[in-house]
């Protein structure tokens, strides 16, 4: 099969595993008070770190990603945004070879210390793919992707587990020239329960 395509079994499989995801990481306002970056009031939002700390979840979805990295050749990934750091580590925990190697992107050039803005062991000599958990407006990948280049470091593409197919930040992404891969895409304006945007 070629590189990086996945057999109908798997797709189905990947799917399911997505949905299960989706399912644990949804939060409704009809559950707790939940806002927009502005702090307005939304429907709904998804909190990826709830399923990604539970045991079961985190080597499921660990081994996912770390077979689908495999697939496309990527040796090292670095984690953008608070909500990668257990995507990273799910990765570097799965089964399989060769290793991972793996690090992550600061928001801001910690002022002391090593004063790094990049942090881990990676090889600016090989590329790099970003991990982040969600694709919406493209904003914080794009931010991320700008400052593993300053740093010196060639990112290749970027892995989520969700993209939010109605925005266009996978569009925004790849005019940078990486590709994008999601574990699932989501198109939630379909459903009509409730219209609010998630965060």
């Not at 109605?166 to 009509?192: C, F, I, T």
Request: charged share 25%; hydrophobic share 40%.
């Amino acid at each position: 099969m070629p590189n990086g395509v996945s057999s109908p079994s798997a797709s189905a499989d990947l799917a399911n595993l997505g949905r299960r995801l989706y399912e644990r990481a949804l939060v409704r306002r009809s559950e707790e008070n939940i806002t927009d970056p502005r702090g307005r009031p939304i429907g709904w939002l998804l909190d990826i770190r709830m399923p990604m700390l539970e045991a079961a979840m985190f080597r499921e979805v660990g081994q996912a990603l770390a077979d689908r990295l495999r697939n496309k050749g990527v040796r090292q990934v670095a984690g953008g945004g608070f909500g990668a750091y257990a995507m990273v580590c799910s990765a570097l925990a799965a089964e399989g070879s060769p290793p991972f190697t793996a690090g992550f992107v600061r928001e801001n050039r910690k002022p002391h210390g090593r004063q790094r803005l990049i942090e881990g062991p990676l090889d600016r000599r090989r590329p790099v793919v970003l991990l982040d958990d969600i694709l919406n407006s493209g904003q914080s990948a794009l931010r991320a992707i700008a400052q593993l280049r300053q740093e010196g470091f060639e990112v290749a593409g970027v892995m989520t587990l969700f993209h939010f197919a109605w925005s266009d930040g996978k569009a925004q992404v790849e005019k940078e020239g990486v590709w994008v891969d999601s574990l699932l895409e989501l198109n939630l304006r379909e459903d009509k329960r409730d219209p609010s945007d998630p965060a």
